[in-house]
Each structure stands twice: as structure tokens, then as C-alpha cells.
Nanobody, 117 residues
Framework: QVQLVESGGGLVQAGGSLRLSCAASGISFSLNTMGWYRQAPEKQRELVASITGDGTTTYADSVKGRFTISRDNRKNTVYLHILSLKPEDTAVYFC???????????WGQGTQVTVSS
């Protein structure tokens, strides 16, 4: 059974930083592309960043230079380092695991990030 458990969210002031973590179990972690998505109130869920098993990363234009995604395949964990937080970064952040070969598209329960101005 696939489990993705996010942690690290919270309430921070604008300009602050956070590190989100997502611990995965029940999957061959290194074979999955891992992603972070976010969903703000009354908005659609959007891709923030993704990282393939071999470490290739992609970022949404809105977060380039401030967000860094990384993974530790030994710990089955993916991270999202966020710098210079802005109020518009306020959202629930979701971890995602994709493996097209077996049609996997799994989600965590999300972690709330709230940025005060």
C-alpha cells in the first residue's frame, strides 16, 4: 500500500523559510518521479516542482530561484526547501508519486503552509 506522509508545514512570516518533507512507503521510491503540488483556497492544484529518480528537476516559473526540490533515495524521502516565503505561497502542499509504467499517481494528505505578511 502506497503511503506518502508530508510534514514541515506551518505558519511563517513573509521572508521566512521552510523545509517540507515527504516520506514514502510501499513503493520502489527511486523508480518514481516525485512532485510537490500546492492548492490555495478556491484555486486549482498546481505543480510546484518535480524530481525524477535520477535527480532531474523541474519548477513552476513562479517559484524558480526560491524553491528547491531534492530527494534522498536511501531514506525514501523527498524535500522541498522554500526560501523568501510570500503570502501568495499560502496553500496546502501535497506530495505526489508518479510512475507511468504502472499507471501510478499517488498523493499524500497535504501539509498547510501559511505565510503572514
Amino acid at each position: 500500500q502506497v503511503q506518502l506522509v508530508e510534514s514541515g508545514g506551518g505558519l511563517v512570516q513573509a521572508g521566512g523559510s521552510l523545509r517540507l518533507s515527504c516520506a514514502a512507503s510501499g513503493i520502489s521510491f527511486s523508480l518514481n518521479t516525485m512532485g510537490w503540488y500546492r492548492q490555495a483556497p478556491e484555486k486549482q492544484r498546481e505543480l510546484v516542482a518535480s524530481i525524477t529518480g535520477d535527480g532531474t528537476t523541474t519548477y513552476a516559473d513562479s517559484v524558480k530561484g526560491r524553491f528547491t526540490i531534492s530527494r534522498d533515495n536511501r531514506k525514501n524521502t523527498v524535500y522541498l526547501h522554500i526560501l523568501s516565503l510570500k503570502p501568495e505561497d499560502t496553500a496546502v502542499y501535497f506530495c505526489n508519486a508518479k510512475r507511468a509504467l504502472i499507471n501510478r499517481n499517488a498523493w499524500g494528505q497535504g501539509t498547510q503552509v501559511t505565510v503572514s505578511s
